[in-house]
């Protein structure tokens, strides 16, 4: 089991960047496929990125593509999501998730879970 913890969530304005990150540990990091996810009050859970063990694939969701960024440093057991140009939308928990299969966007495909970093932007 692999066990997440994400940090750099906090209270910004519309037009401000964050970094959040996700440690890993419990198993070998660099054999896992990578996602974030967030979930605002009173709506689903939504994809937001992902990154395949290498780092060399990324995806995005359609409303982030071109204002986040998704990375992972293998020797640290780190995976990052550069947000910039934030808007009072992106407002939500943010959580990291790791699975054995793909990068892909569907969250019953991911394993295991962070408890999620509150991300809220102002307007």
């Known amino acids: 089991q692999v066990q997440l913890v994400e940090s750099g969530g906090g209270l910004v304005q519309a037009g401000d960047s964050l970094r959040l990150s996700c440690a890993a540990s419990?198993?070998?990091?660099?054999?896992?496929?990578m996602g974030w996810f967030r979930q605002a009050p009173g709506k689903e859970r939504e994809f937001v990125a992902a990154?395949?063990?290498?780092?060399?694939?990324?995806f995005y969701a359609d409303s982030v593509k071109g204002r986040f960024t998704i990375s992972r440093d293998n020797a640290k057991n780190t995976v990052y999501l550069q947000m910039n140009s934030l808007k009072p939308e992106d407002t939500a928990i943010y959580y990291c998730?790791?699975?054995?299969?793909?990068?892909?966007?569907?969250?019953?495909?991911?394993?295991?879970w962070g408890q999620g970093t509150q991300v809220t932007v102002s307007s």
């Open positions: 990154i395949s063990w290498s780092g060399s694939r990324t």
């Open positions: 419990g198993r070998t990091f660099s054999n896992y496929v």
């Open positions: 998730a790791v699975t054995t299969r793909y990068p892909t966007s569907a969250s019953y495909e991911y394993d295991s």
